[in-house]
């Protein structure tokens, strides 16, 4: 998903991906709390924490996408993650066929 973030367009370095997982129990109607996340390009580690913090506070993909999440970072990724769980991404290229 890197492919989308600006930062990470312009550094040359594109690669990589930031997933997210959600609780999707019904229970939790469409609204699940983060259970865990990972990533994987230039910077990662520098940006695990806030995955670690959303964890931690309990946030569910809206609070997440609703953070604000400057441009160009590569922290952007999160917050774009979160957008694609919960359907409101608009900033994805078009999927590869």
């Known amino acids: 998903m890197l492919q989308a973030v600006g930062r990470a367009i312009s550094n040359g370095r594109d690669e990589g991906v930031t997933k997210l997982l959600f609780d999707d129990s019904p229970e939790a109607h469409g609204h699940g ?3 865990g996340g990972g990533m994987v390009g230039t910077h990662a ?11 931690e ?7 997440i996408g609703k ?3 400057p441009h160009p970072t590569l922290g952007e990724s999160i ?9 409101s991404c608009t900033d994805l290229p078009p999927s590869k066929k």
């Open 33 to 35: 709390k983060i259970l």
């Open 45 to 55: 580690g520098d940006m695990i924490g806030e995955i670690a913090l959303a964890i």
């Open 57 to 63: 506070m309990g946030a569910d993909a809206v609070d």
């Open 67 to 69: 953070t604000i999440h």
């Open 79 to 87: 917050g774009m993650a979160a957008e694609v769980a919960h359907g």
